[in-house]
């Protein structure tokens, strides 16, 4: 299956989370216990630059993939997978636009099965007002 096509916006210093839901091709949440995922934003597809990596733990200031949905307790039988950036993290960004992609991974080492559930371009909306964190 190939990956979704989703783009957004991130406001900079602010808090940016959304929520996406794996489902097979019956459109089945696919459960999603003892999955990893990860996700990067680069300047474009095969840029060695990293603007921004989230990984299925949530950095100490709440930037990360939980996948346990937006909320934090949505089963992983739900399919749904949380995408957090927080504010300190996101005031750091000082790109105008970068390209992405969200990686689910089943296993682990040279085995893992990985599927890239989306991909697409971010956009920056550039902070005014700044000194809350």
């Given at each position: 299956?190939?990956?979704?096509?989703?783009?957004f916006?991130?406001?900079?210093?602010?808090?940016?989370?959304?929520?996406?839901?794996?489902?097979?091709?019956?459109?089945?949440?696919?459960?999603?216990?003892?999955?990893?995922?990860?996700?990067?934003?680069?300047p474009?597809?095969?840029?060695?630059?990293?603007?921004?990596?989230?990984?299925?733990?949530?950095?100490?200031?709440?930037?990360?993939?939980?996948?346990?949905?937006?909320?934090?307790?949505?089963?992983?039988?739900?399919?749904?997978?949380?995408?957090?950036?927080?504010?300190?993290?996101?005031?750091?960004?000082?790109?105008?636009?970068?390209?992405?992609?969200?990686?689910?991974?089943s296993?682990?080492?040279n085995?893992a099965?990985?599927?890239?559930?989306?991909?697409?371009?971010?956009?920056?909306?550039?902070?005014?007002?700044?000194?809350?964190?």
């Amino acid at each position: 299956m190939a990956a979704g096509k989703y783009s957004f916006i991130i406001e900079q210093g602010t808090t940016t989370t959304f929520e996406v839901v794996y489902k097979d091709s019956t459109g089945v949440p696919v459960d999603l216990t003892g999955y990893t995922a990860r996700m990067q934003v680069r300047p474009g597809i095969g840029s060695d630059l990293v603007y921004l990596t989230l990984s299925s733990s949530l950095s100490p200031c709440g930037t990360g993939l939980n996948m346990s949905g937006s909320n934090g307790t949505t089963p992983p039988t739900s399919g749904s997978i949380g995408i957090y950036i927080s504010a300190a993290s996101s005031s750091l960004l000082t790109f105008n636009q970068a390209r992405y992609d969200l990686e689910l991974a089943s296993g682990s080492g040279n085995c893992a099965v990985v599927t890239r559930l989306i991909e697409g371009n971010i956009k920056i909306s550039k902070e005014i007002t700044r000194g809350f964190y």
